[in-house]
Structure formats: C-alpha cells, structure tokens
C-alpha cells in the first residue's frame, strides 16, 4: 500500500476483470462486514458495494480514500478482535457467506480473505497494465 501511486490502481491482469483499486476496497468492504456481523462492531455501518455489485464498475482510483477506508477497516477489525474474550472465541457464528463457524474460525477466514488479495494486488501491480 504504501509504495502504490493514483496510477496504479486501474491496473489488471488479464483475463481477470478486477482492478487493484477494487481489490482494495473488497478488502475493507470484507473486513468492515466481519468487524460488523462476525464479531459484533454494531457502531460500523457499511455499504459492501464490491460484494453486492461483485464487478469491477472502474470507479476505485481515489488512492487518498481508499489507503483511508482500509486503514479504518483494519483499525475497526483490530479494535473489535481486541475486545473478544476467551469464550467468545468458541460462540458459533453462522453466515449466508460460509455457514456456522466458531469465531476463531471465522477469524482465520478474514485473515486468510485479506492475504490472498493482497497477494493478488502485489501480482497485478508487478504485471498488470491498465
């Protein structure tokens, strides 16, 4: 993130149709929801457009707003993962998303969700083109 310019964000990778500018709003948006559903943030609002619209529209080239987005997802994420007791971590948590897990499990989702598109951000800003 930090070594990403306004430029970049357009880039892709063929055949994919997904723009680094949208993966990291994706991730926020994911992170924000978890925060929210999973782990009880009920003071988040958010509107998950990359989930509900699951297509990039090309409108995520704002660098300034998205660095801040996913750096309050990530504090949001933090702050509420921060507050969770040990007896919290085995209080099932059931999704449309990925059905009923602990939410031990569920955190092992998010954090597997985010690596794997900040692996794909690396890869489409190393090779990708706009």
């Known amino acids: ?21 949208f993966l990291i709003r994706h991730i926020g948006d994911v992170e ?12 988040i609002h958010v509107t998950a457009r990359t989930v509900i619209e699951k297509l990039d529209s090309g409108e995520w080239t704002n660098l300034i707003e998205l660095k801040e987005y996913v ?17 919290d971590w085995s209080t099932e948590i059931t999704t449309k998303e ?9 955190f092992g989702r998010i954090v597997s969700h985010t690596a794997y598109h900040a692996g794909q951000l690396a890869i489409i800003n190393k090779y990708g083109t706009n």
């Open 71 to 87: 750096n309050y997802s990530f504090e949001s994420l933090k702050n509420i993962v921060e507050k969770q007791t040990d007896i």
């Open 1 to 21: 993130m930090e070594t990403l310019k306004e430029v970049d964000l357009k880039k892709k990778l063929l055949p994919s149709q997904n723009s680094v500018g």
């Open 98 to 106: 990925f059905g009923t897990k602990t939410k031990a499990e569920a």
């Open 32 to 43: 924000l929801l978890f925060a929210k559903n999973v782990f009880g943030a009920t003071d």
